[in-house]
């Protein structure tokens, strides 16, 4: 197994470059090398952001039961740390990604099936394109990997409400493509 780093300036389709292979096995006193062009492209998805609030559970973008946090049994997002939280409620993971961000809670629910909807409009408009892309990023996959229903909506895309790895790639691959067509 070999990997090859290929750095991207950009999010989207990226074409394979040309590389070389090349090894000098068995007893390393001859070089035998050729260059490799693959037909492959790669999909650049936007970078997560560090700094992402925490998912948006207010109004009208999740469904479900009550959004209280005051059940025990299912992890059903964050809000803000408050004095009287248990320390061990704290979501340190995400405080860490932050870097100097708010404490976070982890609030929990019963059983009830939740939905979320990570919405381009729910954002303020003082963000630009691409850090409402590297927000939303960050928000699919803290719902993904907190096992949770979400939808998508941004420009031309809609995705319904649904959780696992197809869901997973069919959000990041909207955002990667958002702007670029389906090229």
Same mark, same amino acid.
């Given at each position: 197994?070999?990997t090859l ?7 989207g ?5 040309r ?9 390393g006193l001859?070089?035998?090398?050729s260059?490799a062009v ?8 936007p ?8 998912l948006?559970w207010?109004?009208?973008s999740?469904?479900?039961?009550t959004?209280?946090?005051?059940g025990?049994d ?9 004095v $009287?939280?248990?320390? +061990?409620?704290? #979501?340190?993971?995400? /405080?860490a990604?932050?870097q100097?961000g708010? @404490?976070?809670t982890? &609030?929990?629910e019963g059983?009830?099936a939740?939905?979320?909807w990570?919405d ?7 963000i630009?394109?691409e850090?409402?892309?590297s927000?939303l990023?960050?928000w ?8 949770? $229903?979400?939808?998508? +909506?941004?420009? #031309?895309v809609?995705? /319904? ?6 869901? @997973?790639?069919a959000? &990041?691959?909207a ?9």
């Amino acid at each position: 197994m070999a990997t090859l780093d290929v750095h991207a300036k950009k999010r989207g389709w990226l074409p394979m470059p040309r590389f070389t292979i090349e090894t000098t096995w068995p007893l390393g006193l001859v070089r035998a090398w050729s260059y490799a062009v693959p037909d492959l492209n790669c999909l650049i998805y936007p970078k997560p952001a560090a700094k992402a609030p925490p998912l948006p559970w207010s109004g009208a973008s999740a469904r479900g039961s009550t959004r209280d946090g005051r059940g025990a049994d299912d992890f059903s997002g964050l809000r803000n740390h408050q004095v $009287a939280d248990p320390p +061990r409620h704290v #979501a340190w993971k995400a /405080v860490a990604r932050q870097q100097d961000g708010p @404490l976070l809670t982890k &609030l929990f629910e019963g059983a009830a099936a939740q939905q979320l909807w990570l919405d381009w409009e729910a954002l303020p408009d003082a963000i630009d394109s691409e850090q409402r892309l590297s927000i939303l990023a960050r928000w699919i996959l803290d719902a993904d990997a907190a096992g949770l $229903a979400w939808g998508l +909506r941004i420009p #031309a895309v809609r995705l /319904v409400p649904d959780n696992g790895p197809a869901q @997973l790639s069919a959000g &990041l691959r909207a955002l990667a493509l958002h702007d670029h067509g389906a090229r």
